[in-house]
């Protein structure tokens, strides 16, 4: 019986984190193994910089699953986050004939138009649909009503072009292939998020290494994504500034760290351990880990839209590593004024794992459990055995290509899947060749207009006109005699 089972991949800032996973018929999963490989030499604030390390880690990663599973992985579901990753609003509009019905192709035409939007060295990865103004009134779904101005905003989500070439190059030279890509913040949001807390209205904080992804949801629909560049790394880095390395400082955050001290709780004398010869003081110590989580905080929620920072009935979530932070909610709530905090410490979905990683439910896999439940598609491939004879396993290969060819780009968008390089390139070869069609039906239909004109000028010409009235007498004289 051939194996089933998901693979997933997340690039994070710290790790690159492979996970596979089978689905079982009550709707839960199980982990059957999980991978990790240092990135904080190729991978900085979410982002590839260094391609040929990124190439060893993933390669690495696939090797790995594949000594655990014993077996080929035909291909992966990826997440794509990280630094410089925003979100855009867009407004198309089409006048409609007087009296005309909304339909579905007009629709598509306005998100088709939208997702050809260009702008400057930015790549748009997804977009939402905001709503919809038919002539004055908005609606979510306006096929079928009558108007005469149809308006679609779009909330547009964008990354640079360096980085996501950056990234299918990476699996292009590991040769990985891609099932799909997923926004990951997207994915996340699927995973951990209620359907009261989004159409209430809410706002996701993922707190990672060295960056914090901000979503921001009201009635169901993304309203804003903001990725920004300071994570839980920075608070290491201002501990790490009193004459101390790097490692003794994360060790003494996650030992002494709090997000909110009370002031009559400090104690002036104390001092906190570094190691067996050395202390530093423990007011110093409170104020750089509130002082920089203050900066967090408040970058936060600068990023929340005024027209939604009042309508938040679902209050915050956070999650990610950083919201283990002791008192994280404490001070979030000093910060913004919303009682309503939660701590998703883990996916909604049910999890069997013995893997010490999945059973800590800290938050910091919950990424890349939500790209696993997203995918839909068996990435087992050949069974590894010592027979060098055994057949390849194909299928896995040709359900990739059926499961691309059922998802258009914009049905992928609405899950928050992202068309990788290949996809964009069959997409663009697949619209060149209409074009070319189109123009080729356009001269064709000009060539015969073009053959109907000068066979009217010939008929309306003065020798033409000659020739039928002597036609035409002469045939009148044969008639009279």
């Not at 910091?364 to 995918?375: F, H, P, R």
Request: glycine content about 6%.
């Amino acid at each position: 019986m051939p194996k089933e089972f998901i693979v997933a991949i997340e690039l994070g800032s710290s790790k690159i984190t492979g996970i596979a996973g089978k689905k079982n018929l009550d709707g839960s999963i199980s982990i059957l193994a999980v991978v990790k490989e240092d990135a904080s030499m190729c991978i900085r604030k979410g982002v590839v910089y260094n391609i040929d390390k990124t190439v060893v880690c993933l390669t690495n990663i696939i090797k790995k699953l594949e000594t655990a599973l014993k077996t080929k992985i035909a291909h992966v579901y990826v997440g794509v986050g990280g630094q410089s990753i925003r979100s855009m609003k867009n407004v198309i509009v089409k006048d409609l004939p007087s009296e005309a019905i909304v339909t579905q192709e007009m629709v598509d035409e306005l998100m088709d138009e939208n997702r050809n939007m260009s702008y400057p060295e930015q790549e748009i990865l997804n977009a939402a649909t905001q709503e919809y103004k038919v002539d004055q009134q908005y609606q979510l779904d306006p096929v079928g009503i009558q108007c005469s101005r149809l308006e679609g905003n779009f909330l547009n989500i964008l990354w640079r072009k360096t980085f996501y070439r950056n990234l299918n190059k990476c699996f292009d030279n590991a040769g990985i292939a891609i099932a799909e890509m997923y926004l990951a913040p997207l994915a996340l949001a699927d995973s951990v998020l209620t359907e009261t807390e989004r159409r209430a209205g809410c706002v996701l904080v993922d707190l990672g290494a060295d960056t914090t992804t901000v979503s921001v949801y009201y009635k169901n629909i993304l309203r804003h994504l903001a990725v920004i560049p300071l994570g839980s790394n920075n608070i290491t880095k201002d501990i790490a500034t009193m004459q101390m390395e790097e490692q003794d400082a994360e060790g003494m955050k996650l030992k002494y760290g709090s997000a909110y001290t009370d002031n009559s709780d400090i104690d002036n004398s104390l001092s906190l351990s570094i190691d067996g010869d050395r202390s530093i003081p423990s007011r110093d110590f409170i104020n750089i880990v509130e002082g920089r989580l203050e900066e967090i905080i408040e970058n936060v929620w600068f990023q929340v839209p005024n027209e939604y920072a009042d309508k938040l009935l679902g209050g915050l979530i956070l999650t990610g590593g950083g919201s283990n932070m002791k008192n994280i909610e404490v001070a979030f709530r000093n910060h913004t004024h919303i009682e309503k905090i939660r701590i998703a410490k883990f996916v909604t979905t049910t999890i069997n794992s013995s893997s010490v990683e999945i059973t800590a439910h800290n938050g910091t896999m919950n990424t890349v459990l939500a790209l696993l439940e997203k995918g839909d598609m068996n990435c087992a491939g050949e069974e590894i055995t010592n027979d060098l004879f055994s057949p390849v396993n194909t299928q896995p290969a040709a359900a990739a290509a059926q499961h691309q060819a059922a998802n258009p780009a914009r049905d992928a968008a609405g899950r928050g899947a992202i068309p990788t390089e290949a996809d964009k390139q069959k997409a663009e070869e697949e619209a060149r060749k209409k074009r070319e069609a189109e123009e080729e039906e356009k001269r064709r239909k000009e060539a015969e207009e073009e053959e109907i004109r000068k066979k009217k000028e010939r008929e309306n010409s003065l020798f033409n006109r000659m020739w039928r009235g002597i036609k035409k007498f002469g045939g009148q004289i044969i008639e009279e005699e």
